[in-house]
């Protein structure tokens, strides 16, 4: 089944110590998400590809990078992770062809310790 | 900011019985919405989406209601099940803007045996 898969499901990394999370999909889609979301909160969004075309959000801290080398694969990069990056990240994937619906992974759970 | 946000953050509810989710929105420019249920430790996932074209849409066992005039929006689910139980987010677009959604807080939906 075509869906969005994300690696791994929990993460557990060290204060300062810097922490790579993976996302693939097989949907072909050419827009790719990354979400932060803590408990009981909506996602938010951090920043986004339009194929190679990286958009970041005005408020998404220098400490989160993004990479995306093909369709496919998106990887969020953190690079000193403090105690308040603790949180779900959720990658999602849309096409541009005025379907609005985004399809999301099961998300990392990222613990910082 | 313009935004979208629920009234209740948690609803609770006997099994069988029917649930209505509310979902306020601020921008009236919005004119695409989609619900998206989100079980614990995964991904939301579409449920049903609504045109602003449209008053009312109805899925299998779920209704969307959309009242422009209030700029409201419900998510009626019959005879909810156990499994319904999930935080459910309402999200918005503008048909030919951004296809970036605003989501709205979510309220979580509880349903008790």
């Known amino acids: 089944d075509a869906m969005v898969i994300q690696n791994p499901r929990y993460q557990v990394t060290q204060f300062g110590k810097p922490v790579t999370l993976s996302c693939s999909q097989t949907?072909?889609?050419?827009?790719m998400y990354w979400y932060q979301q803590k408990s009981s909160q909506a996602p938010k969004l951090l920043f986004h590809?339009?194929?190679?075309?990286?958009?970041n959000e005005a408020d998404t801290p220098d400490n989160f990078q993004s990479r995306r080398p093909n369709t496919s694969f998106c990887f969020l990069d953190i690079r000193s992770p403090g105690l308040g990056d603790a949180a779900m990240y959720l990658c999602?994937?849309?096409?541009?062809?005025?379907?609005?619906?985004?399809?999301f992974g099961p998300g990392t759970r990222l613990t910082v310790t | 900011g313009e935004s979208v946000g629920l009234h209740l953050p948690t609803l609770s509810v006997q099994e069988g019985d029917n649930s209505i989710i509310n979902c306020a929105y601020s921008?009236?420019?919005?004119?695409?919405f989609i619900w998206y249920k989100q079980e614990s430790g995964k991904g939301p996932q579409f449920i049903i989406d609504?045109?602003?074209?449209?008053d009312k849409r109805q899925g299998q066992r779920v209704t969307v209601l959309l009242n422009k005039t209030v700029k409201h929006l419900s998510l009626q689910i019959a005879a909810t099940q156990p499994g319904d139980s999930a935080v459910y987010f309402c999200?918005?677009?503008?048909?030919?803007?951004?296809?970036?959604?605003?989501f709205g807080r979510g309220t979580s939906l509880i349903v008790h045996p």
């Open positions: 999602a994937t849309s096409r541009d062809d005025g379907s609005y619906e985004q399809y």
């Open positions: 949907l072909n889609h050419n827009v």
């Open positions: 590809y339009y194929d190679k075309d990286f958009n």
């Open positions: 609504i045109r602003s074209n449209m």
């Open positions: 999200a918005e677009n503008i048909v030919g803007g951004s296809y970036i959604p605003t």
């Open positions: 921008n009236s420019a919005s004119d695409y």
